[in-house]
């Protein structure tokens, strides 16, 4: 059986554990009673970022929660990047081909951005609305590895919108740091 829950304590647990300690992640992750708690993933997911925020500064939360991308779905995503990447030789060509498109993929004023009109994550499905984008950060870190990997440079990921704080979209805009095509 495919345990989300189980996964993102994992994940996030190492990802605490490597900016801090042992007994720090499993007091982020498990709370004071230093287990799994029976809470429903919507009250888990509020209550750990609350506690994640309490203890780090929002730098390393976000760099944390952006190590903490499950990697579900990841080599599908990557062959169709990597596939528009291949067909096309600069950004505009990139997002304008009609399975960038289908992606949610765009190129506005030089800047390439991705977009989602609904939450992608499994997560989340439970939860109304969140107070920080703290938990999101995690897909900008899943789209960060995905554009690298696919681009062959370094990749900044900045999250614009998110479903979760009530905008109308996910949004995301793709920095490349590098030349893309040759």
């Not at 189980?6 to 992750?29: G, H, M, R």
């Not at 498990?30 to 309490?54: C, F, I």
Request: proline share 3%; charged share 30%; glycine share 6%.
């Amino acid at each position: 059986m495919f345990d989300m829950r189980k996964i993102q304590e994992q994940v996030l647990f190492s990802a605490i554990e490597a900016a801090s300690d042992k007994e720090t992640a499993a007091k982020i992750v498990y709370g004071e009673e230093g287990h799994s708690s029976p809470e429903d993933n919507a009250t888990w997911v509020k209550s750990t970022m609350k506690r994640l925020e309490e203890r780090f500064d929002l730098s390393t939360v976000k760099q944390i929660r952006m190590n903490c991308q499950c990697g579900y779905g990841m080599d599908e995503k990557f062959a169709l990047v990597k596939e528009l990447f291949d067909a096309s030789s600069n950004l505009e060509e990139f997002a304008s081909q009609e399975k960038a498109k289908a992606a949610g993929l765009f190129s506005k004023d030089g800047e390439l951005y991705l977009q989602f009109p609904f939450c992608p994550c499994p997560m989340l499905a439970e939860v109304d609305r969140l107070e920080t984008k703290t938990w999101c950060q995690c897909t900008t870190g899943y789209s960060k590895v995905l554009f690298e990997k696919a681009f062959g440079c370094e990749v900044d990921v900045e999250l614009l919108q998110s479903i979760k704080m009530g905008d109308q979209v996910c949004l995301m805009k793709i920095t490349p740091r590098g030349a893309l095509w040759k």
